[in-house]
């Protein structure tokens, strides 16, 4: 390997072509800079240069080395100040979420992405277990979950409320259990979870899913509310999901007595360092939510 300091002193040389201004710009003796071109020739095995009296000229070699060299030096001049610089609008931030929150928060984070075109947002939609995984070993740079992690190295912060709402037909008013019981349901990956929250709170009949008849089943978060437009089922959805439909005239949110909401958690590793882009981006979500 050659040796840094030895190319310095080498390159040093070249450019000021004289031995003495040499060691002086170095902090060195002659003897010393001297004595660095010589074992930088001994590594390479070749001669660097040809001495005439004080002056010298360089070798076919050493015009290569000198070529090579500039850009590596210049390189470990600046490495201090690349280590030291963490910019807070450049480079690669890894968000994950459920649907619903990502719907609302993705267009956001584009926006943010436009007025900083060196931020790179990398944004996944997930179920709560995967950002947990993926948070907890450092796959993921920002996890967004419903529920609170009971990982250790997982800090969970509560930074809103999403409200969860029960989404029927147009057609099917006046709203009543047996409306429901008639219309079934339209699952999805969260469905009896959500219904069990917002159900459980506003109807007394209610005590499973398995109440009512299975209308549909999507996982994909835009496509729930397809089949209730149709009028084939309903369904319960958080607040986000529902405002992202682009057909709300064939649907209708139901008023409750009973508001229910889903706390959201920001989800970071404890262990895992806060760039300044991640917390540039983690206080841009905390403001849109």
Known sequence: MVNPVFLKSFCTLVKEQHFTRTAEKLYMTQSGV???????EEALGT????????SFYLTESGKRLYEQAKPILNALDNLADKVNTDPFNQGRVKVSSPGSVGLRLYPDLLSLQQNNPELFIEYRFSPNGDIERAVAENHCDIGLMTQVSDFDNLDCQ???????????PKSAQPLSWQTLLDLG????PDGAHHAKLLLGENFSEFQSIQQFKHSGFSNQIGLILEPVSRGLGFTVLPAHAVAAFNQAES???QPLKHPVYETLYLTLNKK????????FVMKHIKSAL
Do not use: M, Y
């Not at 001297?34 to 930088?40: D, M, P």
């Not at 001669?47 to 004080?54: C, M, P, S, T, Y």
């Not at 509560?158 to 029927?168: M, N, R």
């Open 272 to 279: 895992h360092h806060l760039a300044n882009r991640i917390q």
């Open 185 to 188: 349901f339209i699952d999805h």
């Open 158 to 168: 509560a930074i809103g409320k999403e409200p969860l709402l029960l989404v029927t």
């Open 34 to 40: 001297s004595q660095h071109i010589k074992k930088l």
């Open 251 to 253: 649907i209708c949110i």
């Open 47 to 54: 001669a660097l240069l040809v001495r005439e009296g004080k």
